[in-house]
């Protein structure tokens, strides 16, 4: 799963199809992380992946926990100014009889520059972006 942040630029450049998720969170349909990564490498453009995991963790199954997960991840992402996330992995396990699940996730960036932008560039591209959503 990819979420990307609702910026209509960046998705009519590259020809994606997204569904609102979160606030300004979209997820990418028909796509994966390397499926993208080719369309936005022959747009001419590049998408940086973070090292860093993301975890969030719930008790039991289902959607909505799932949904819940997905919004703390987003939150702890947040300050980093990233565009793009991928979900990476999502594992359901149990411990003395209780389920739980774990998702991870990595930040990712889509930016037209090969060196990535720092931090302060990054939130003012997406201060624009929003501006420019009204």
């Known amino acids: 799963m990819i979420l990307i942040e609702d910026r209509p630029a960046i998705a009519q450049l ?14 990418v349909q028909g796509l994966d992380g390397c499926a993208l990564d080719r369309k936005i490498h022959a747009a001419g453009w590049n998408f940086f992946f973070m090292v860093g995991e993301i975890r969030a963790s719930f008790l039991g199954v289902g959607a909505a926990n799932l949904r819940r997960a997905l919004q703390r991840i987003l939150a702890k992402a947040g300050p980093q100014s990233f565009n793009c996330l991928e979900v990476t992995g999502i594992v359901a396990m149990r ?4 389920r739980y699940t774990t998702v991870s996730a990595h930040s990712r960036h889509i930016q037209s520059s090969c060196y990535l932008d ?3 560039t990054r ?3 997406q201060h624009d972006a929003e501006w420019g959503n009204g």
Do not use: H, Q, T, V
């Open 14 to 27: 590259l020809g994606l199809k997204s569904e609102p998720f979160s606030g300004k969170w979209c997820n």
């Open 95 to 98: 411990f003395l009889g209780i």
């Open 118 to 120: 720092g931090a302060e």
């Open 123 to 125: 939130r003012a591209s």
